[in-house]
C-alpha cells in the first residue's frame, strides 16, 4: 500500500501502515526480531538514559495470553492472529549525575522513539506494526518494576489477507490512509 505524501520522504515512511490484517502461518523469526530490538535499542533519548522496556510475547504462549486478556474489546478480536505483542514501558525517573534520582521527563518521548525505529525496521523488513493505547494499564503496571510505566501495545507480524477480520475491519484496512496537513500541526508564537 504506497500512500502520497505532500513531500518527498523516505519509502520506508510513506509506506508503513497499521494493517489489522496478519499472516497466522508465518511467524517472525528469531532474527527478524532480534534486528527490530536492536533498531529500539540504537535509538535517541534524552542523555542517552535509553529508557525504554518492553515484554515480548509470542502467540501461543503464556506471555501472550496475558497480553491479549489486557486489551481493549475492539482490539482483541484481531490481535490474536498477530504473532507477536510487544509492551512498550518508559522509565520514568533516573539518576542524574550527581546519584540523585529524578523524573526523566523525556521517558515517554524516548520511549516512543525507540518504538518507531523498531517500526522502521520492521517495515525495511517486510513486517507490519500496529501501535495501541486500548489496553488495561493498570493490569500491566502490576508486571512493572518501580519507576516503569506501560506506555503502548503493538503488534508485530506479516500481513494477511483479511480473511480474519470482520467486515468492519476490512473497510478500514482498505480506507486510504489520510494525514492532517502539515500547516495543522504547527503553533506559532
Not at 497480553?67 to 478480536?77: M, R, Y
Request: net charge neutral.
Amino acid at each position: 500500500m504506497t500512500t502520497q505524501s505532500q513531500n518527498d520522504i523516505l519509502d520506508l515512511m510513506r509506506n508503513r501502515h497499521s494493517g489489522r490484517s496478519y499472516d497466522p502461518t508465518r511467524p517472525v523469526s528469531a532474527d527478524d526480531l532480534a534486528a527490530l530490538l536492536e533498531a529500539a535499542r540504537w535509538a535517541p533519548s534524552g542523555g542517552n538514559g535509553q529508557p525504554w522496556r518492553f515484554i515480548v510475547a509470542r502467540n501461543g504462549t503464556p506471555e501472550f495470553a496475558k497480553l491479549h486478556d489486557i486489551l481493549s474489546a475492539g482490539n482483541k478480536d484481531w490481535t490474536a492472529h498477530a504473532p507477536l505483542l510487544l509492551l512498550v514501558a518508559a522509565e520514568v525517573k533516573r539518576i542524574n549525575t550527581k546519584g540523585e534520582l529524578n523524573e526523566n521527563r523525556t521517558a515517554f518521548f524516548d520511549a516512543g522513539l525507540a518504538g518507531f525505529a523498531l517500526n522502521i525496521e520492521a517495515v525495511r523488513r517486510g513486517l507490519m506494526v500496529h501501535f495501541m493505547g486500548g489496553f488495561d494499564v493498570a493490569a500491566a503496571q502490576a508486571w512493572m518494576p518501580e519507576y516503569v510505566v506501560p506506555v503502548c501495545m503493538l503488534t508485530i507480524g506479516y500481513e494477511g489477507d483479511g480473511s480474519l477480520l470482520t467486515e468492519a475491519q476490512r473497510e478500514r484496512e482498505r480506507a486510504p490512509r489520510t494525514r492532517k496537513p502539515v500547516d495543522s500541526l504547527l503553533i506559532h508564537i
